[in-house]
């Protein structure tokens, strides 16, 4: 959120620095908790928000897989799979 925020501010290198920051969070949790779905889907909102759907959806749907009605998760495949032309 924090890196979408400063994207629409025109800030693109904090926006840079916050998805990274992100994405070692998201990581390290999935790492130390692979049964998170949480961390999943927060692989996947930064994958795509870097213009990766691909690996987004992979871990979308690997957050999916943990828990099949996660909210979040579900709104986040549907933006994916618009991006991918898939909707």
């Given at each position: 959120?924090?890196?979408?925020?400063?994207?629409?501010?025109?800030?693109?290198?904090?926006?840079?620095?916050?998805?990274a920051?992100?994405?070692?969070?998201?990581?390290?949790?999935?790492?130390?908790?692979?049964d998170?779905?949480?961390?999943?889907?927060?692989?996947?909102?930064?994958?795509?928000?870097r213009?990766?759907?691909?690996?987004?959806?992979?871990?979308?749907?690997?957050?999916?897989?943990?828990?099949?009605?996660?909210?979040?998760?579900?709104?986040?495949?549907?933006?994916?799979?618009?991006?991918?032309?898939?909707?």
């Open positions: 959120n924090i890196a979408m925020a400063q994207q629409r501010l025109g800030r693109a290198g904090e926006a840079q620095q916050a998805l920051e992100a994405w070692r969070t998201f990581a390290t949790a999935a790492q130390e908790r692979p998170d779905a949480g961390a999943w889907n927060g692989m996947g909102s930064v994958a795509l928000v213009g990766q759907p691909k690996p987004a959806l992979r871990y979308i749907d690997k957050a999916l897989s943990l828990v099949p009605r996660y909210p979040a998760a579900l709104h986040d495949r549907e933006l994916v799979l618009a991006a991918l032309g898939r909707r």
